[in-house]
Structures are given as structure tokens and as C-alpha cells.
């Protein structure tokens, strides 16, 4: 990874389906001036939570569009389905835009699961256990490409005979987001993963998880402190708690009771409270914290979560 780090981060996981471009550039600027250390997109192209017909930039060339026009802030696909496109091309994309960004791009890949775009793009979406064979041989593909030397692999779904791919990435060690929970992710993740991506879970099954990932590394001989554990959540923050029934009451008018935006919500309430939440995740050794928001953003929670959570957490993450 990168140096110098902090050694928690805290991130905003702003997506794409926005109708233009300058609401997402300034939410990524304005996540930059708040002190946040990265923002990401993610790699749907036509996401259910948006509709057969909402809104959604192509989050690849979005994010080359977005840290060319940001200066410090870290930017991340989170993640991409490894069934979208051949691994070579995702190796080049992303050493692209690690040189757009100057070195701030993080590249995360993921078993890929619901999209509309399978039924009206006509996009094949292989069987599960077919993708996570395609999980693993894409990690490895990517750390073999971006190495910058001469590189050859042959499995059952891709093959790279002599590749090279120059430029390579700015960065000696591009970070690879792995992003999933199961056990087979989890081994990817021991095997080639800088960064381990999970959706919120309550504590007690993420520390069985972690435990699982701890085993894996051990089967891997990694050490899995090499590894930084990553969770996204989202979070609907107030100063004043009376202002909390109308928020909710305009979050419900947004996502219908079975809306899956739901069991992602942390807490709904004040900063003292978020952070109480997240201090268990902290204990079992997340160290990126990425707080999800979506079109409406809720601005005030972006500005809350910098401004009043990240400070009461990262004093307790600075290293000796």
C-alpha cells in the first residue's frame, strides 16, 4: 500500500447514478475538502436499486474523470464483476488511471451478482461457481500484469501468453480491493487481496468472518496483517435528534420497506451515536471505514460523519 497512510481510513462510496456529472465531482471534491481519504464508484452499468431506467454513469471512465479533477483524495472501483470484461483489459484500465491519478486509484473486483443490465444488454452471467473460479484467476492476472515484467498464465477461463502491459501502474504494488464474505472470496482475498470488502453485518458474524479470513492467510502463508479489512455501510446522522423523524420520513418517501438500502443503515441518529456503532468494528480490526450515500446525498451526514465521527475514532488508530 501507499506510504504514508493513516492507519484507519475513512472513505465516501458516492456511486454513479446521478443524472450529471458535476453533482458527483462535487461531492468527491467536497469529500476532499472534508479531510476523507478516498472516495469509489462502483461497476454496475445498470444497477437494480436504481430502476429499469434510473440513471448511471459507466463507473470505469467516471472514475478516470474523477481523480484527474480531484488532488489528494484516493479513488476506488468498488468492485468489479470479474465477468465483465477480460482481466488484461481490466489490468490496463486500471494502470490508466493510476496514471491519471498521479498513484491514488485502488482497483477492487468482486463475484459480481444482480444487474439489469443481464437481461437488457443481453450480458451472459456465468454460474456462481463458474465466477469464482473467474475470481481467482483475475486476481492472479492482475498482480501478474501490473508487475511490469513479461507474464504468462493459462486457467480454465483466460490465458496470457507472454503479456506485458507498459506503462505499468505508477503505483509498485497497485492496492486490490477484494470485495465479498463467503469462504471462497475470503481465499482469494488471504491469496492476492490489499483490501478486504464486506457489505455491514452485525459484529458477532463479522468476527466469524474474520476468524475465516484469519484461517485462510494461515492456509496461504500470508500474514493477514498485510491485509486491511474494509466495511461499507451507510448512515443517516442529525445534530439535533428531533430533526431525525422528518429525515427518516424523506428517506422512506425514497426507498420503499423492502428496498435492500435498508439492512445497510448503521444507525439513524447522532454522530455520538455512529460512533458508538462503530467502535466493535474497530475492536475486530476494520481499519477503512466507507460510509455509502446515494442521490439524494445526504449532505449533512457526509459533513457530520467527517467533522464529528472521524475525528472521535482516528486518534486512537495513530500509529506509535
Known amino acids: 500500500m501507499p506510504s504514508p497512510e493513516p492507519a484507519l481510513r475513512f472513505g465516501v462510496h458516492s456511486g454513479q447514478q446521478y ?9 468527491w471534491r467536497r469529500a476532499e475538502e472534508l479531510g476523507y481519504d478516498w472516495c469509489s464508484v462502483f461497476d454496475h452499468l445498470r444497477p437494480p ?7 448511471c454513469f459507466e463507473g470505469t471512465t467516471l472514475l478516470s474523470a474523477l481523480t484527474a479533477r480531484t488532488d489528494r483524495i484516493r479513488g476506488a472501483l468498488m468492485v468489479a464483476p470479474v465477468a465483465w470484461r477480460h482481466p488484461a483489459m481490466l489490468a490496463a484500465l486500471a494502470a490508466t488511471v493510476d496514471h491519471v491519478s498521479a498513484g491514488r486509484v485502488e482497483i477492487g473486483i468482486g463475484v459480481g451478482g444482480a444487474d439489469l443490465a443481464h437481461e437488457q444488454y443481453g450480458f451472459d452471467l456465468p454460474g456462481r ?13 492482475l498482480r501478474g500484469l501490473w508487475s511490469g515484467e513479461r507474464f504468462s498464465f493459462t486457467g480454465e477461463h483466460f490465458r496470457i501468453t507472454d503479456g506485458y502491459l507498459r506503462p505499468a501502474p505508477v503505483q509498485p504494488r497497485l492496492p486490490l480491493v477484494v470485495g465479498g464474505a463467503s469462504t471462497p472470496v475470503l481465499r482469494v482475498v488471504a491469496r492476492h487481496g490489499d483490501v478486504w470488502n464486506s457489505l455491514l453485518t452485525d459484529p458477532d458474524r463479522y ?10 492467510c494461515e492456509r496461504a502463508g500470508r500474514d493477514r496483517a498485510e491485509i486491511r479489512l474494509s466495511m461499507t455501510f451507510r448512515a443517516l446522522l442529525v ?11 424523506r428517506l422512506r418517501a425514497t426507498f420503499p420497506p423492502d428496498s435492500p438500502v435498508w439492512p445497510e443503515y448503521l444507525v439513524f441518529g447522532t454522530p455520538e451515536q455512529c460512533v458508538e456503532a462503530l467502535l466493535p468494528y474497530r475492536a475486530l480490526g476494520v481499519s477503512d471505514f466507507v460510509l455509502g450515500v ?7 451526514s457526509v459533513t457530520l460523519f467527517a467533522e464529528r465521527v472521524i475525528p472521535r475514532l482516528r486518534p486512537a488508530s495513530a500509529p506509535a
Open 19 to 27: 443524472e450529471r456529472y458535476d453533482e458527483i465531482l462535487a461531492l
Open 49 to 55: 436499486m436504481g430502476g429499469p431506467d434510473g440513471p
Open 129 to 141: 461457481a463458474e465466477r469464482l473460479a473467474m475470481l481467482e484467476e483475475t486476481a492472479a492476472i
Open 207 to 216: 468476527r466469524r468472518r474474520v476468524a475465516q479470513l484469519d484461517h485462510e
Open 239 to 249: 445534530d439535533d435528534p428531533a430533526e431525525l423523524p422528518g429525515k427518516l420520513d
Open 294 to 300: 446515494r442521490p439524494p446525498v445526504d449532505r449533512d
